[in-house]
């Protein structure tokens, strides 16, 4: 009796070939070495000085403050230490800053581990997340909310 071949589209593929520990710590170690000199720059050079960043636009057209005014002058006072500052400049900032670091270290330790690394939130973590920008906002331009104001 003559044996007959599979059909191309029934032999399985070759498992992958596991990328090495340089290749999965690249993405994470790059992006924490980005972040690390953007935090080098804005620490060298003050915000609170006026003439080396440009304005909000949306502060100097209307006068109001978005969610991420305070960001560069949070990012200098982190940069230094300062973190009282920070958290008064922009606290919403500072949680992102937060939530990068856990983010980051999470990504290190599952490419460590050779696991993959997934951030897919369901859109109603997005909605939140805007929302939550959104209150940060308005209250800030509020009297009630003047601890909020860069």
Do not use: K
Request: aromatic share 10%.
């Amino acid at each position: 009796m003559e044996t007959v071949e599979p059909p191309a589209a029934f032999v399985p593929a070759p498992a992958p070939v596991p990328a090495s520990l340089t290749r999965r710590l690249l993405t994470p170690v790059g992006s924490i070495a980005g972040v690390a000199a953007a935090f080098a720059y804005v620490g060298s050079v003050n915000p609170n000085h006026p003439g080396h960043y440009p304005v909000c636009p949306l502060y100097a057209v209307t006068g109001v403050y978005c969610p991420g005014c305070g960001g560069l002058r949070s990012a200098y006072a982190v940069a230094h230490g300062d973190l009282v500052t920070a958290l008064g400049d922009n606290a919403l900032a500072v949680v992102g800053y937060g939530v990068f670091a856990v983010v980051m270290v999470v990504w290190i330790v599952r490419a460590l581990q050779n696991r993959p690394m997934r951030v897919a939130l369901p859109a109603r973590w997005w909605w939140a997340i805007g929302g939550i920008a959104l209150i940060f906002s308005v209250v800030r331009n509020l009297p009630f909310g003047s601890a909020l104001v860069p």
